[in-house]
Structure formats: C-alpha cells, structure tokens
C-alpha cells in the first residue's frame, strides 16, 4: 500500500487502510515469540518483504496500467535479468564453488529432478500470481499472501500436534478476521464505484 502510495500516487479510502490494519497487527501477533533470528536474517527477510512488495506494485502497473503487457511477455523480460541476479549471489555467497566441487554427486543424486520441478513450479506460481494480480490489485494480492502464511503455520502446527500458544492463536484469527473485513470493503467499494 505504502509503496503504491508514493511511487504511483495511488489513494485509498479510510474504510481500505483501517481494513489492512488489522491484519499487520495479526500477522505480527501470530509470529510472536519466535525471537530466533540473526541480524543477516533479520536484513535478507526485510529486503525480501521489500521486494516481493515491489514486484507485485510494478508488476501490476505493468500489467495492467499503460503498457498492459501479457504475463508471458512480463516473464519473458523478468527472467533473464533474475537469472543473473541469482547468478551473481550464488557466486558472491560461494554456493556455486560449492556446488562445482561436488558436481559428480549431485548429478547422480535427485538434485536435477528437483531442480526441474522446482523450475516448472516456480514458472506456474509466477504465471497464476500475474494473473491474479491483473485481475485483483497488488494490495489485494499481498495480503493473500499474509494470509496463506499465518495458514500455513496454523495447518503445520495443527498438522505436527504442536500447541498455539495465545497470542499466535489471537493473532491467527485477527489475520482470517483482517482478510475478511478487507474483502467485504473491496467488493462494496467496487460495487459502490469508489475503489
């Protein structure tokens, strides 16, 4: 939202920003405790929040503003540029020296079909989240994604028998009741024409 805000000029109603409140309060109840983190953690998890909220504001400006560009023609243009990118972190952190002085037993292992598959993944999770973003908003898009998360950690916790302490259960719930109010608010401010 707030990059939305400043980099294309973008508002929004009251009623929309109250409606996301809830749900950054949630997302940080459901996670507290889980105080183990190191401070190249805490940097790479910051940039990563950064990003992913960056892709998905240009993604859907480019997607659907001026330029309406097609998801594959977006991905086509993406992809080389983020190969060289991963590139360039694999050879800097020293996975790809790695790698090479151990390339017999990862090419005899599982490593190649995991990788595909990770690949054939990846490209469908990018194909359906460009999708999603050209018909919803990127707004819209990243709280799903805050919400898939505080799911995923109910289901793996309930899943694993772990116990929810309160406040991560408290959290859980003020996130499912954020997304809610959120969606009733979109869908009464585009039928009302306001949003």
Same mark, same amino acid.
């Given at each position: 939202?707030?990059?939305?805000?400043?980099?294309?000029?973008?508002?929004?109603?009251?009623?929309? *920003?109250?409606?996301?409140?809830?749900?950054?309060?949630? +997302? !940080?109840? !459901?996670?507290?405790?889980?105080? #183990?983190?190191?401070?190249?953690?805490?940097?790479?998890?910051?940039?990563?929040?950064?990003?992913?909220?960056?892709?998905?504001?240009?993604?859907? &400006?480019?997607?659907?503003?001026?330029?309406?560009?097609? &998801?594959?023609? =977006? =991905?086509?243009?993406?992809?080389? @540029?983020?190969? @060289?990118?991963?590139? @360039?972190?694999?050879?800097?952190?020293? &996975?790809?020296?790695?790698? @090479?002085?151990?390339?017999?037993?990862?090419?005899?292992?599982?490593?190649?079909?995991?990788?595909?598959?990770?690949?054939?993944?990846?490209?469908? =999770?990018?194909?359906? #989240?460009?999708? !999603?973003? *050209?018909?919803?908003?990127?707004?819209?898009?990243?709280?799903?994604?805050?919400?898939?998360?505080?799911? +995923?950690?109910?289901?793996?916790?309930?899943?694993?028998?772990?116990?929810?302490?309160?406040?991560?259960?408290?959290?859980?719930?003020?996130?499912?009741?954020?997304?809610?109010?959120?969606?009733?608010?979109?869908?009464? &401010? *585009? #039928?009302?024409?306001?949003?």
């Amino acid at each position: 939202m707030g990059i939305s805000m400043v980099v294309y000029r973008k508002s929004y109603s009251n009623e929309r *920003k109250y409606a996301v409140i809830p749900i950054v309060l949630g +997302v !940080a109840l !459901a996670f507290y405790g889980d105080m #183990s983190f190191t401070a190249i953690g805490v940097f790479y998890t910051g940039a990563c929040v950064v990003l992913a909220a960056l892709k998905a504001v240009v993604g859907g &400006e480019i997607l659907s503003g001026d330029m309406k560009l097609h &998801e594959m023609d =977006l =991905l086509l243009k993406m992809c080389p @540029l983020a190969f @060289l990118w991963i590139g @360039l972190a694999s050879v800097l952190t020293g &996975e790809a020296y790695e790698m @090479l002085s151990r390339w017999e037993d990862i090419v005899q292992g599982p490593a190649p079909l995991v990788v595909m598959l990770t690949g054939v993944l990846s490209f469908s =999770l990018n194909v359906s #989240s460009f999708i !999603a973003n *050209k018909v919803t908003s990127p707004l819209t898009l990243c709280i799903s994604a805050n919400v898939k998360q505080v799911l +995923v950690v109910l289901f793996s916790t309930l899943y694993f028998g772990d116990t929810v302490p309160f406040l991560n259960g408290l959290g859980i719930a003020i996130v499912i009741f954020g997304s809610y109010l959120y969606g009733a608010t979109s869908i009464k &401010e *585009k #039928s009302s024409g306001s949003g």
